[in-house]
């Protein structure tokens, strides 16, 4: 079993910054690869950003050089760096945490607002 728990979000204005972060306990051994969602209200959820074990890392068009995702495996934790924010980047933001090695398990935060005013 795999914990989350997100902190970081807030309110600010539009090219403002924020850094998201992900703390993983229980089994983070199995882990495999870990991302960032987010989902507007009557939106899906979508993929912002990934990292695996091997630190590659994934952007959607939509934040690719804005945003930067690392880890920190000595804090097991992720962060998600915040720059240039717009005001379609609202949302809630979801920690996601992937295992697959002995079988598929997805683990999900609770999620942490994030609120970009113009």
């Known amino acids: 079993q795999v914990q989350l728990v997100e902190s970081g979000g807030g309110l ?3 090219g403002g910054s924020l850094r998201l972060s992900c ?8 882990i495999n690869a ?3 969602y987010r989902q507007a209200p009557g939106k899906q959820r979508e993929l912002v ?6 630190r590659s890392t994934n952007y959607a068009d939509s934040v690719k050089g804005r945003f930067t995702i690392s880890r920190d495996n000595g804090k097991n934790t992720v962060y998600l760096q915040m720059n240039s924010l717009k005001v379609e980047d609202t949302a809630v933001y979801y920690c996601n945490a992937v295992q697959y090695t002995l079988g598929y398990r997805e683990s999900w935060g609770q999620g942490t607002q994030v609120t970009v005013s113009s």
């Open 49 to 54: 950003a990934s990292i695996t074990g091997g």
């Open 23 to 30: 703390v993983a306990s229980g089994n983070i051994f199995s």
């Open 34 to 36: 870990m991302g960032w």
């Open 12 to 14: 600010v204005q539009a």
